[in-house]
């Protein structure tokens, strides 16, 4: 058979993975939209490596923008087989499919009127739920046979809700090799999810590498933190924290984490308000799927039936809200989306508030090169935001700890189970080039042997 690594190599987007069995049949592992760099955003996004009718099954880890967001393309561009992945991720898709939908046409509106010419956008809200018929989900944990020759198991990734690793039997020529994906890794030991499970004895690992040669900092420490930042912004200076979160999955962390620290008396009576309908969406999605929590979600469950809400907590669901909000001189904390900061409402916030001290912007996730969100981390004296130069005269504050992906440690101890023998490569995917070398010597240092770190449309014969 033959892999084919066609997105997040050497970068953390656009993950998308293709499988060609000797007798023809085509598998493909996410199908997700590019995020990074403006100027390669329309090349990448708009075409493929492979025809998308030609592709027998697709594969889906989990629901993140950059692991799905290309699929309602995939299906306009005429791909015609299932959709696998788990019921929760089915969920969040759907959601995040029409949020993406509704994205790309105000974007190409948008620039059909910067550019003065006709722009269509990748896809609209018609190709999203088009594409939601082909979907059809599975359990976690049980072989589920996608035709005499391929079987699929997903076992719990601890990433987002419904995230999942990918583990293929593929039996070709009498012979059985088991194929991994490990989709995107999450934490040991988090909040509401449960820990991610290890996959089983593999012949070829892809495997994600977004924190290689990085540990991220420890969560007790960090609620301290947290609480120090609150308290200092919206307390003594009186400012607005604003914190950019990917409405699925760190939004309901960071609200879960507070519901917990108002109950137990440490957070003051602040107002918090989670700028985003998606958000409010994806909240109802995992309050439908108690399956993917882990036992500490449970007991807090008896107490709460509410984990993600609380008084003095508010939905912000229309623009006008919105951008009342963006006026408000009220001391608050703002979360809201893109978790990057490159879009979305939390970008508006971040440009009428960057240029006052008092207010701090707290960077919670993982941000690409090129971001605002990356831009902000490195402190620069101005930022530009809309075509304008706006001072950065707010603190900026980075908290590691919240991250949805493993650390160098964590990611180690996922693969640590595997038989060195056995595993014939390892292909590093979903991190910029800097981490996955760092990776790669870690995993050298572990006695792991073949360690690949593949450039966007290589080919391998496995
Ligand atoms: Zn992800």
């Excluded at 507070?258 to 994806?282: C, H, M, Q």
């Excluded at 971040?350 to 919670?364: A, E, G, M, R, S």
């Amino acid at each position: 058979m033959k892999l084919q690594i066609c997105g997040a190599a050497q970068t953390v987007t656009g993950s998308c993975h293709f499988i060609t069995l000797d007798n023809g049949y085509k598998i493909l592992l996410d199908c997700g939209l590019y995020q990074g760099h403006e100027d390669e955003l329309e090349d990448f996004n708009s075409r493929w490596l492979f025809k998308p009718s030609d592709i027998d099954v697709l594969v889906l880890s989990h629901a993140h923008i950059d692991h799905c967001g290309r699929i309602p393309k995939l299906v306009k561009d005429g791909f015609r087989g299932q959709i696998i992945c788990t019921s929760a991720t089915r969920d969040l898709s759907s959601i995040m499919l029409l949020d993406s939908a509704h994205i790309q046409e105000s974007d190409a509106k948008h620039n059909s009127k910067r550019q003065h010419k006709n722009i269509k956008p990748l896809y609209t809200e018609k190709d999203s739920k088009i594409c939601l018929r082909y979907f059809t989900s599975i359990e976690y944990d049980i072989w589920h046979p996608i035709n005499e020759f391929v079987k699929v198991q997903f076992l719990d990734a601890g990433h987002i809700l419904g995230s999942a690793t990918v583990t293929l039997k593929i039996t070709e020529n009498n012979k059985e090799t088991v194929f991994g994906f490990s989709g995107d890794v999450g934490r040991y030991n988090r909040p509401v999810l449960k820990d991610p499970v290890q996959m089983p004895a593999l012949d070829y690992l892809i495997c994600e590498s977004t924190y290689g040669g990085k540990k991220h900092e420890e969560t007790p420490e960090s609620d301290e933190k947290f609480l120090q930042i609150i308290k200092d912004t919206i307390l003594t200076k009186k400012g607005k924290l604003i914190i950019p979160a990917f409405s699925i999955g760190r939004t309901q962390e960071i609200l879960y984490r507070l519901d917990k620290l108002y109950t137990e008396g440490r957070l003051e009576n602040i107002k918090v308000f989670v700028d985003s309908p998606l958000a409010i969406n994806a909240t109802d999605v995992f309050i439908m799927h108690p399956e993917c929590f882990d036992e500490e979600m449970h007991q807090f469950l008896m107490t709460d039936d509410n984990p993600f809400g609380w008084k003095n907590m508010k939905y912000v669901k229309t623009v006008e809200e919105s951008k009342a909000l963006n006026e408000s001189n009220q001391p608050c904390m703002i979360i809201a989306g893109s978790g990057m900061a490159n879009a979305g409402r939390v970008k508006h916030h971040i440009f009428h508030q960057v240029d006052q001290d008092k207010n701090t912007i707290l960077i919670v996730g993982y941000c690409a090169d090129g971001t605002i969100g990356q831009r902000l981390i490195q402190k620069p004296e101005t930022i530009k935001i809309f075509g304008i130069e706006k001072k950065v005269a707010a603190q900026i504050e980075v908290m590691s700890s919240m991250s949805a992906h493993a650390d160098e440690p964590e990611l180690l101890q996922f693969v640590s189970n595997q038989d060195k023998e056995k595993l014939k490569s390892i292909f590093l995917v979903h991190g910029e080039l800097k981490r996955q070398e760092a990776f790669k010597t870690a995993l050298q240092n572990n006695n792991f042997k073949k360690i690949i770190i593949p450039e966007l449309g290589d080919e391998f014969e496995l």
